[in-house]
């Protein structure tokens, strides 16, 4: 989506083809149809540090959809709460916002304070940090135990859908530097206030005049010929185009074009459960859960429904959706009691098995950048050599550096790309 918009604003006729009969990928709602409303497939966020998403959001007109939240609130089973001021003017009034939460002794903090005044540094030197996992990191910095447990596993786990052990420092430190540290809004909250089905739905696309949507079309087969693409086939028709650009999964882009060689990537579950009350039972827009598997509760509606997340949730892949949803209830109920009171009227989990992949230490260089050997075709992707992880904002950044390598390749080169603040 960002690579056609992108395009479509450097004046070329661009087709996109798209095979579900709703656009929006694996940041797309399903709908439920005996119920008459639609369902995320997975609770969406993004923060301030997103530049490029939040510039793809107002090219489409969304931007005013993205309900942005100043605090977070931490709150540990029992009900105690603690809440990160977000946004602050200052570096050090940033470095030191924590400092507050309640869940973290003084010598976990002064930890903290320690790991973050390295980050700067570290982040000049990309190569040496993408050589590390982000626990090898946290442990050169000395990190106690519940430091580990209640603030950098929620936050690696939260931003990067992966354990410490197994993520590249260099996202983990990027995180820190762009969330926490480069500029005072990086880690403002941003919500969908609707459903993601409506921020990309199809009328948005009325003020591109040289895009045509194609919804519940299929590309089956990309043919190439001497070293160039020359069609692509979807519905029994052949379409062709001066370049194209390539933005599927990597397994659906190893299967279309096997030539590319791509490399097969290690992913990482997320699971969501939606759960209907009788009655509200979250006081807060969202809140950060603390030890308990659970680990985000956003409200819905008053707050009589709930989007809980769990991040990397291999051990729930083999738990039955009863058990998880009981689960969840009870253990929700440990952090609001209003919910054991309250009366379930309708629960949903869906568990992503594949949602993201995992940015393993020496990855970042392997990730394929968007040229490939053939001079027109271009990859974009999540997946992509993008410099983010697997987020709306990697995803972003990969569609408009291919449109900025298929406006090179066709004489009139663009940018597109709105770069991250240097540490
Ligand atoms: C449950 C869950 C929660 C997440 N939470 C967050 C979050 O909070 N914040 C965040 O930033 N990121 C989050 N992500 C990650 C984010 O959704 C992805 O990084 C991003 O959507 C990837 O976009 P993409 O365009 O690279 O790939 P995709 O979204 O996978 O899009 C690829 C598209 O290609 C289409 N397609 C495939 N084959 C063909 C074909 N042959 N012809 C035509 N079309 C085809 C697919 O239908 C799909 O629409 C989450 C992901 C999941 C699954």
Redesign the pocket.
């Known amino acids: 989506?960002a690579a056609a918009v992108a395009l479509e604003s450097a004046g070329f006729e661009v087709d996109l083809?798209?095979?579900?009969n709703r656009?929006?990928?694996?940041?797309?709602s399903l709908p439920l149809p005996e119920r008459d409303h639609w369902i995320d497939?997975?609770?969406?966020?993004?923060l301030g540090c997103?530049r490029n998403?939040l510039d793809f959001y107002r090219r489409l007109g969304v931007e005013h959809r993205i309900r942005f939240h100043d605090e977070i609130v931490f709150v540990e089973p029992g009900g105690r709460r603690s809440v990160l001021r977000a946004v602050n003017q200052s570096a050090l009034g940033r470095a030191t916002a924590f400092l507050r939460l309640r869940f973290l002794s003084l010598k976990d903090k002064l930890g903290i304070v320690r790991a973050l005044a390295a980050v700067r540094r570290d982040y000049r030197q990309p190569d040496l940090l993408d050589a590390m996992s982000m626990a090898d990191w946290l442990r050169q910095r000395r990190q106690t135990a519940r430091a580990n447990q209640r603030f950098w596993r929620p936050l690696i786990v939260s931003a990067l859908?992966e354990e410490p052990e197994r993520v590249s420092a260099l996202h983990g430190v990027q995180v820190l530097w762009l969330a926490l540290l480069a500029s005072p809004d990086g880690v403002r909250l941003g919500v969908p206030a609707v459903p993601l089905v409506e921020l990309y739905a199809e009328n948005h696309w009325r003020r591109f005049p040289k895009l045509a949507l194609h919804t519940g079309?299929?590309?089956?087969r990309v043919q190439i010929e001497q070293e160039r693409v020359i069609g692509i086939e979807?519905d029994g028709v052949i379409h062709r185009a001066d370049a194209y650009v390539l933005?599927?999964?990597v397994k659906?882009a190893q299967s279309?074009v096997p030539q590319l060689g791509l490399e097969s990537l290690e992913s990482s579950p997320?699971t969501?459960i939606y759960l209907a009350f009788d009655r509200p039972v979250l006081d807060l827009p969202q809140a950060a859960l603390l030890d308990r598997t659970i680990q985000w509760a956003f409200s819905k509606g008053r707050g009589e429904a709930v989007q809980i997340?769990v991040?990397a949730s291999r051990s729930l892949l083999p738990v039955s959706r009863e058990e998880i949803v009981c689960q969840t209830v009870r253990e929700l109920a440990e952090f609001f009691p209003a919910a054991a009171k309250a009366r379930l009227e309708e629960a949903h989990v869906?568990k992503?098995a594949?949602?993201?992949f995992t940015p393993r230490p020496g990855l970042a260089s392997r990730r394929p950048p968007a040229t490939t050997r053939f001079p027109n075709l271009f990859l974009?992707?999540?997946?992509t050599r993008t410099g983010w992880p697997?987020?709306?904002?990697?995803?972003v950044r990969?569609?408009y550096l291919a449109a900025e390598a298929a406006t090179a390749a066709l004489g009139n080169p663009r940018k597109f790309l709105i770069p991250d603040p240097s540490p």
């Open positions: 989506m083809f798209e095979a579900h656009l929006g990928g694996r940041a797309g497939r997975g609770q969406h966020i993004l997103c998403l859908n079309t299929r590309v089956e979807a933005a599927v999964p659906a279309l997320i969501g997340v991040s869906i992503e594949n949602a993201t974009a992707g999540d997946w697997a987020t709306m904002e990697g995803a990969s569609g």
